[in-house]
């Protein structure tokens, strides 16, 4: 059975919708029209799979395609115009470069034995721990900006891995 598809059709999504009924079928391109080519295993079938297009909303789903097209772009555009304004040593470092920084500007690179001897020997006046509340709180604020930027590029990647799935 040939069929001539007269109206606005999406063929993956009618594909679909044909599977789902269990038509097989494939796609004719023969001067300038486009038709749909069934290969019935019973006559019965040829009223069923007219419902199936007739009930095809090529309209609908040619707006769900555009609009999911749009999305991917701009997400696309998105990742590339944010990854441009990332710092340069988020573009430039390696995983190395990067672990070593943060390693050894983080409480200046001391384990948990090294900050708690560090603490030990400040003076136990209010001068010392106000110096030592201080400093950590300093280092929270590094870590925090250091998270900050981590997160951004954790939704840079996910953006151009999304684009790239598709």
Do not use: C
């Amino acid at each position: 059975m040939k069929i001539p598809l007269t109206k606005t059709v999406v063929i993956s999504v009618l594909s679909q919708e044909l599977n789902a009924a269990t038509i097989p079928h494939s796609y004719l391109y023969k001067e300038r029209e486009l038709f749909l080519v069934i290969a019935l295993e019973d006559e019965g079938q040829e009223s069923e799979a007219q419902a199936v297009i007739d009930a095809h909303d090529g309209e609908a789903a040619l707006a769900a395609v555009n609009a999911f097209l749009a999305a991917r772009d701009q997400a696309e555009t998105d990742a590339v115009t944010n990854f441009a304004i990332l710092p340069d040593w988020v573009k430039e470092w390696t995983a190395a470069d990067a672990a070593a920084y943060v390693h050894d500007n983080v409480l200046a690179g001391l384990d948990a034995a090294g900050v708690d001897a560090y603490v030990d020997a400040l003076p136990s006046t209010v001068a010392g721990m106000k110096t030592g509340l201080k400093q950590i709180g300093g280092q929270l604020a590094a870590i925090r900006d250091i998270l900050e930027v981590i997160a951004k590029l954790i939704m840079y990647i996910r953006d151009l891995v999304i684009r790239f799935r598709q």
